[in-house]
T-cell receptor, first 114, second 114 residues
Framework: AQKITQTQPGMFVQEKEAVTLDCTYDTSDPSYGLFWYKQPSSGEMIFLIYQGSYDQQNATEGRYSLNFQKARKSANLVISASQLGDSAMYFCAMREPNDYKLSFGAGTTVTVRA | KAGVTQTPRYLIKTRGQQVTLSCSPISGHRSVSWYQQTPGQGLQFLFEYFSETQRNKGNFPGRFSGRQFSNSRSEMNVSTLELGDSALYLC?????????????FGSGTRLTVV
């Protein structure tokens, strides 16, 4: 079964607007970590934001924030004030304890229009 | 602080050959993991090493192997290359095996099998 589901293959957003990327996950373990990565066309995976399952508050990192709804098992990424440089593929990932790996979703391509 | 270094960046090999990819983690990081990224299968976990021990292995044939050295540098080897092995191979290093530590990725090695 898929552990991470990203249902939006591609999205267009106008420069300076906000965009929300959906991510749902599946785990029975109470302890886990959720990550978002950005992958530009160059290929490198760039870490954006992390949310722990026991964290009480939603994570924020600059223009990135994570809308964490534990009961719904969702961890949506919000990018505020989009910039042209935000055009990339975005991946949601989860790490479970003693699993020693990240499970990735299929990714969402974001294209920012001027 | 140097990031994760992967060499070579690009590689073209012929079917049936073997290939070795190298990954130097961030200084102090003892966990190194490898991922294969293809358009059809997305990001798939290959294996993870910590202090020279393989702790987890993905669902790949035995042609895919890896190892980690005492200085935490890691190599992965693919023998008897097939056309389907063409992919971006990403290496990631992590400081700590706990769920709240993310991975820092390298720029990847793009392997083309002809």
């Amino acid at each position: 079964a898929q552990k991470i589901t990203q249902t939006q293959p591609g999205m267009f957003v106008q420069e300076k607007e906000a965009v929300t990327l959906d991510c749902t996950y599946d785990t029975s373990d109470p302890s886990y970590g959720l990550f978002w990565y950005k992958q530009p066309s160059s290929g490198e995976m760039i870490f954006l934001i992390y949310q722990g399952s026991y964290d009480q508050q939603n994570a924020t990192e600059g223009r990135y924030s994570l809308n964490f709804q534990k009961a719904r098992k969702s961890a949506n990424l919000v990018i505020s004030a989009s910039q042209l440089g935000d055009s990339a593929m975005y991946f949601c990932a989860m790490r479970e304890p003693n699993d020693y790996k990240l499970s990735f979703g299929a990714g969402t391509t974001v294209t920012v229009r001027a | 602080k140097a990031g994760v270094t992967q060499t070579p960046r690009y590689l073209i090999k012929t079917r049936g050959q073997q290939v070795t990819l190298s990954c130097s983690p961030i200084s102090g990081h003892r966990s190194v993991s490898w991922y294969q990224q293809t358009p059809g299968q997305g990001l798939q976990f290959l294996f993870e090493y910590f202090s020279e021990t393989q702790r987890n292995k993905g669902n790949f044939p035995g042609r895919f192997s890896g190892r980690q050295f005492s200085n935490s540098r890691s190599e992965m080897n693919v023998s008897t290359l097939e056309l389907g092995d063409s992919a971006l191979y990403l290496c990631a290093s992590s400081l700590n095996p706990g769920t709240n530590y993310g991975y820092t990725f390298g720029s990847g090695t793009r392997l083309t099998v002809v």
